[in-house]
């Protein structure tokens, strides 16, 4: 029998330790308590909020409906020739699911090392890093649709993955709930380390034909040099997305800002370093009331103790303000804003 728990403090599922509080909450461990749950007709019409890792979010009031904490967990794997098929329930840590794959040489994931969040949240946002998108190494998922009780299974095309964007997040948007994912991954390693900082750690460490675990290892090394753990300081990762911007407006903005920091993000197309932009403005370091920028990445907004949501979110408003006014270039929140 589902435990529905009423006023549940929130600030240990969120990575940013925002002290809000849920009217209700239930945490639901496999896929046949979703359809036990939503078997009552009181929780089809309230305000849901999908819980996985709590690491893509920032709470900025207390949510007056019902939080449900997906812990789905399990990971299964096949394989074919040299594709492997690994799936893994909602509910499972990522960083945990990298590991597996890195360790059993199953290659494709190693870039995507130590992002915060659990699997079931990964292809709501493609999550990405070092070159590589969830996109690339997805294969499909399972989700349970809430108005029907059914369950669907959805391929790679249907998703409409974008950059930091799906299905899930558009069109589809509060409508499923994903309970396992299954990815396509490799025997045969395809390295990609031209991304950031990667092929120079490895030069430091004189590995010159690295293998996926010594590259998951650097991305790791590279990780924690520049971000903070949400375990000792309250953050959500990346706070804003990477600008993409079309190539005449990349042209102005270089010939004023030689320096600028850019990767091509297809045809006509340039995306910009947010973090080097909010650096630019003054930004890094930088410590405002309760909240702040990384001392080391000005891309991740911290909670230096007692900041609420909205505080954060002031401050993220102003860098925004910022950045737009100093090169005309508009940041989006790459966190999800629940509250508002």
């Given at each position: 029998?589902?435990?529905?728990?009423?006023?549940?403090?929130?600030?240990?599922?969120?990575?940013f330790?925002?002290?809000?509080?849920?009217?209700?909450?239930?945490?639901?461990?496999?896929?046949?308590?979703?359809?036990?749950?939503?078997a009552?007709?009181?929780?089809?019409?309230?305000?849901?909020?999908?819980?996985?890792?709590?690491?893509?979010?920032?709470?900025?009031?207390?949510?007056?409906?019902l939080?449900?904490?997906?812990?789905?967990?399990?990971?299964?794997?096949?394989?074919?020739?040299?594709?492997?098929?690994?799936?893994?329930?909602?509910?499972?840590?990522?960083?945990?699911?990298?590991?597996?794959?890195?360790?059993?040489?199953?290659?494709?994931?190693?870039?995507?090392?130590?992002?915060?969040?659990?699997?079931?949240a990964?292809?709501?946002?493609?999550?990405?890093?070092?070159?590589v998108?969830?996109?690339?190494?997805?294969?499909?998922?399972?989700?349970?649709?809430?108005?029907?009780?059914?369950?669907?299974?959805?391929?790679?095309?249907?998703?409409?993955?974008?950059?930091?964007?799906?299905?899930?997040?558009?069109?589809?948007?509060?409508?499923?709930?994903?309970?396992?994912?299954?990815?396509?991954?490799?025997?045969?390693?395809?390295?990609?380390?031209?991304?950031?900082?990667?092929?120079?750690?490895?030069?430091?460490?004189?590995?010159?034909?690295?293998?996926?675990?010594?590259?998951?290892?650097?991305?790791?090394?590279?990780?924690?040099?520049?971000?903070?753990?949400?375990?000792?300081?309250?953050?959500?990762?990346?706070?804003?997305?990477?600008?993409?911007?079309?190539?005449?407006?990349?042209?102005?903005?270089?010939t004023?800002?030689?320096?600028?920091?850019?990767?091509?993000?297809?045809?006509?197309?340039?995306?910009?370093?947010?973090?080097?932009?909010?650096?630019?403005?003054?930004?890094?370091?930088?410590v405002?009331?309760?909240?702040?920028?990384?001392?080391?990445?000005?891309?991740?907004l911290?909670?230096?103790?007692?900041?609420?949501?909205?505080?954060?979110y002031?401050?993220?408003?102003?860098?925004?303000?910022?950045?737009?006014?100093?090169?005309?270039?508009?940041?989006?929140?790459?966190?999800?804003?629940?509250?508002?």
């Amino acid at each position: 029998m589902l435990q529905i728990q009423q006023n549940v403090s929130l600030k240990n599922f969120n990575t940013f330790g925002i002290k809000t509080y849920a009217k209700y909450f239930v945490e639901i461990n496999h896929e046949d308590e979703l359809q036990e749950l939503f078997a009552d007709p009181q929780w089809l019409q309230a305000d849901r909020l999908v819980l996985g890792g709590g690491s893509n979010m920032l709470m900025v009031a207390d949510f007056n409906g019902l939080v449900i904490r997906m812990n789905i967990r399990g990971i299964e794997h096949r394989i074919n020739h040299n594709e492997v098929f690994v799936e893994a329930g909602g509910g499972e840590v990522w960083n945990a699911l990298v590991n597996y794959a890195v360790d059993h040489s199953y290659a494709g994931m190693e870039n995507l090392s130590l992002i915060p969040g659990s699997v079931g949240a990964s292809p709501i946002q493609n999550i990405g890093a070092y070159g590589v998108e969830l996109k690339d190494v997805f294969y499909s998922c399972h989700a349970f649709e809430i108005a029907t009780g059914t369950f669907r299974t959805f391929t790679k095309e249907e998703c409409k993955f974008g950059y930091r964007e799906s299905v899930f997040k558009t069109e589809l948007k509060g409508q499923y709930i994903i309970t396992s994912v299954k990815f396509l991954l490799s025997l045969q390693p395809n390295l990609n380390l031209k991304y950031g900082a990667i092929e120079q750690e490895l030069n430091n460490r004189g590995i010159t034909a690295p293998t996926i675990k010594e590259v998951s290892q650097v991305v790791a090394h590279i990780r924690v040099s520049k971000l903070p753990d949400p375990s000792t300081i309250g953050n959500a990762g990346s706070f804003f997305k990477n600008p993409v911007i079309d190539v005449d407006k990349f042209d102005v903005l270089k010939t004023n800002h030689p320096d600028v920091v850019n990767y091509p993000a297809g045809e006509g197309l340039v995306k910009l370093a947010a973090g080097w932009l909010i650096e630019q403005c003054g930004w890094k370091g930088k410590v405002v009331g309760n909240t702040g920028t990384w001392k080391n990445q000005a891309l991740v907004l911290v909670n230096h103790g007692g900041a609420t949501g909205e505080e954060v979110y002031a401050f993220s408003s102003q860098i925004i303000d910022s950045v737009y006014s100093k090169f005309g270039v508009q940041l989006e929140r790459e966190v999800n804003i629940i509250g508002q």
